[in-house]
Structures are given as structure tokens and as C-alpha cells.
DNA sequence: TGCCATACTTACGTCTCCGTAGGTTACGGG
DNA sequence: CCCGTAACCTACGGAGACGTAAGTATGGCA
């Protein structure tokens, strides 16, 4: 135990550490070192797994400090994953504003994607199950959130089609299912890059196995 | 705490308890009692969530005889998952036999959530995470299990229709991850009639989005 | 230069829970 | 009817972790 950086535990993204033998940071940078660290860990360990002192020791500094900034660990836990469902719900929402419905479809799978790609170890949070995991917070609620959005597109869809609109859930869930179970298996795989599998996904979930594309292409995505 | 069922803590599936004060099972009887509540345990409060005294308590036995049973709390909880496994594993490959890949497909969606529906619990444990956690006993692990399955079958498609056999994992993912997930949904909403949503799902993997039949029908499955 | 707020420390109390040592009761066969 | 064995109990040691009380250093500002 004990692994590495026990004076000076800098994680921050852009530290200049001050250069001096025990590090002084003020609150606001603390507290951000203290998150990252947290998330890291807690992906990792999940949330019974990891002690505060393990944060702390990370952190270069002592319990109390922790306690000082959230409170408690369920404090600093509730942060981390707030934080991290407000940036996966953001760039998924954002992926879906306007447009066709395919393209629709195809965009948020991109995001999601990329949010895992992006922000690894917040997505393993976010899959985990959380401390006391009633149906709040927990990673089926936030799917369901997602789902809810997919759900408004397709009710649209459907009455304009004929279908039956309470169906509706039904196929939003299987579908943010699809793309989300993928995206786990794609964490640890890798194999296809990123819009690549988006591309198939999109092929399959709009054409079936019965009328599967040899070459699907993204119609188009901005960044990477 | 101390929530009923203290003597004679029965909970198994077939027990004449012998009527007397304090109920002295044979090893084998309260062996199964001791896996049936802990699975109960630990898919309403997980592993680390769970003390051995609880369960102890819940058999309306002392600590000792769990230890002598199973010699401690990871011992019962690998019976208890390995069981589950098995369980789940056995009804998904027996469903993925024989006919044609879309009636497979209709089988083991329907295979999946009977076996959601008849072992809520179990399925629960799954899905939660496991102690140590690694990468094995996982529901990751498990789903990639079933997924290799599929993936034969679709690989062997693949090839017949001149499609890239490299791709099977990737599509193979998608599908259990759709029918997983939603799976879950389906285990709090349970709206539809189990049969429907199979119906549903095998219409949206089968026919995509573009092509979606409005009523779809299961050719055939056994029982309700 | 001296003071004071802020960042941080050491040390401790307490609680929960795992796992075990050693003793006790009851069932069933000779 | 008696005795051994299988089922079960009380009681304890000890580790780990949460959270807190009270004290210390440090750096900016008057």
C-alpha cells in the first residue's frame, strides 16, 4: 500500500505546484484534487471500496481535509457523480435537438460514445451501483432519463406513422440499451473506432438484421 | 433491524419444519435455506451491503453455522452466483439451438426475460457488481458469455450473406445489450406482457426502425 | 514586522463486522 | 436406554474505517 505521491499528490490537470516541500493549496484547488482523485478510485473500487483515507493519502494530505470540503465520503461521492451525470445528460441532450430522426439517432450514439471514450472513469461510476442505490442515482435512472428524451422523439414519430405512441418506451429503452451495453463492451474492446461503431449501430437499429448494410456511413459528426 | 423471522426462520421452498421450539434442520436443508436468504440479501443490499449476521440472523441461526456451511461470506456468495449463471446461461444457450437466426433471436429474447421474470432476484445479483470485481463473475463478463453465442451464429450469417465476420462481436453486443437493458426496464415497469416485448424487440432488431411492423406476432414459444 | 484567517495535522473514540475457539443440546441407532 | 455425532450456541479477538476534537504552521495583509 502506500503507492507513489505522498508529499505534493498533484492529479490536477494544470498544477504549478508552487515548488516547496509540503504543498499549500487554496480551497477551490483542493477541492477540485480531491474530485479527481475521488473519481478515480471510485471507479476503480467502487464506492464501499475506497476510504477516505485512501482519497486523502492520494491527495497528499490528511482525512480531515475531506471532511472540511464535503462532509463525509457520501458527500464527496454525491459531487462526483452529480458532476458526471450533468456532463453525460448534457452532451447526449445536446445530441439530440434537432433534425431527422435517424440523424438523431446517430448523433447520440456518437455522444455517448464519445463521453465514454472521454470520460472513462465517470462512466464506470455511473454504471456501478451507488451506496444506498433505492432507484435514484443509480445508472438504470439516468438510462431511464435518456431514455425519456428518445422516448418524446419517437412518440412523435410513431403517431405520425400510426403506431401505437405508448409503445413508445418500449423501443427508447431498448434502443439507449443498445447503444449503452455496446458502449460498455466497446470500453474494454476497442476494436472498431469510435465512429465506426456508431455507423453500425445506427445500420442496425434502423434497417434490422433483415436489411443490414454492407458499408454503413455517418451521415456526419464533428469532432474526431 | 431484527425484521421478523427469528426461530424458525423459514423461507425455503418446501419445509415441514418439524414444530417445535427451535427448528434443527439436516445440513443439506438449512444449506439451501442459508443460499436462498442470502441471495434474497444480497440482491436488495449487495455484497459489502450485506453482514453474514444478517443472514445468520434471518435462518434464525448463529454466525458459526454459516462458516461451517460455506466458510465465510465470499464462499455462499460464489455459490450463490455460480448457481445463477448457471441457471440464466443454461435457459439462454437452451434457446439459441436450432431454426432459423430470427427465431433465435425471438427465443432467447423471450428465454431472457422469463428468466428476468422467474428469478428476479438472481438477476438482480447479476447485475450488481461482484466483490473484488476484476473483470470475472461479472455481469460484463456474463453478458459477454452470451454475447459470444450470438456472435457464432450471427458470424456464420455473416459469412452466408457476404458481410464482414469481423463485425459479429460488435452487432452480437448490441442485440444482448438491447435485450438485456431493456430487460431490466421491463423488470420495474413489467407494462407489456412478457410475450409482447419479445414480440417488440425481435420486430425492432429484425426490421429496424425504417421497416417496423405495427403489430408484431411471436411465431412460437412455449409457456404464457 | 507582527497578527490572524485559512489550510492542515495528530490522535483518538466508536462502530461494525469478519472470523474463530471452545462448549452445549438434541437426534437416532445399537 | 444410552452414547456418539451432527447441528448449533455464546463469547471473544481484532482489523478497518468513519468521523471529530483540539492543536499547529503558513502566508498574505495592515
Excluded: C
Excluded at 484547488?29 to 474530485?35: G, S, T, V, Y
Excluded at 461510476?125 to 451506496?131: A, E, F, H
Amino acid at each position: 500500500m502506500m503507492d507513489g505521491v505522498a508529499i505534493d499528490g498533484s492529479s490536477t490537470s494544470s498544477d504549478k505546484p508552487r515548488r516547496g516541500r509540503r504543498v499549500r493549496m487554496t480551497g477551490a484547488e483542493r477541492r477540485q484534487q480531491l474530485l479527481d482523485i475521488g473519481r478515480t478510485l471510485f471507479a476503480e473500487r467502487g464506492f464501499e471500496g475506497t476510504s477516505v483515507e485512501e482519497i486523502a493519502a492520494k491527495a497528499g494530505v490528511s482525512k480531515p481535509v475531506v471532511y472540511e470540503h464535503f462532509g463525509g465520503k457520501e458527500g464527496l461521492y454525491a459531487v462526483v457523480v452529480d458532476r458526471e451525470m450533468r456532463q453525460l445528460l448534457d452532451m447526449v441532450t445536446g445530441a439530440l435537438t434537432a433534425g431527422h430522426p435517424r440523424e438523431l439517432l446517430e448523433q447520440a450514439a456518437f455522444a455517448l460514445l464519445d463521453y465514454i471514450e472521454t470520460y472513462t472513469d465517470g462512466f464506470r461510476i455511473l454504471v456501478r451501483d451507488s451506496p444506498v442505490a433505492q432507484s435514484t442515482g443509480t445508472f438504470a435512472s439516468l438510462i431511464s432519463d435518456i431514455a425519456t428524451q428518445v422516448e418524446d422523439i419517437l412518440g412523435l414519430e410513431f403517431k405520425a406513422r400510426g403506431f401505437d405512441p405508448k409503445l413508445a418506451p418500449l423501443y427508447a429503452q431498448a434502443l439507449v440499451g443498445m447503444v449503452a451495453l455496446t458502449g460498455q463492451w466497446w470500453l474494454d474492446a476497442r476494436k472498431p473506432k469510435k465512429a465506426e461503431v456508431a455507423a453500425h449501430l445506427v445500420n442496425l437499429a434502423w434497417h434490422g438484421l433483415d436489411g443490414l448494410e454492407q458499408k454503413p456511413r455517418l451521415i456526419g459528426h464533428r469532432k474526431s
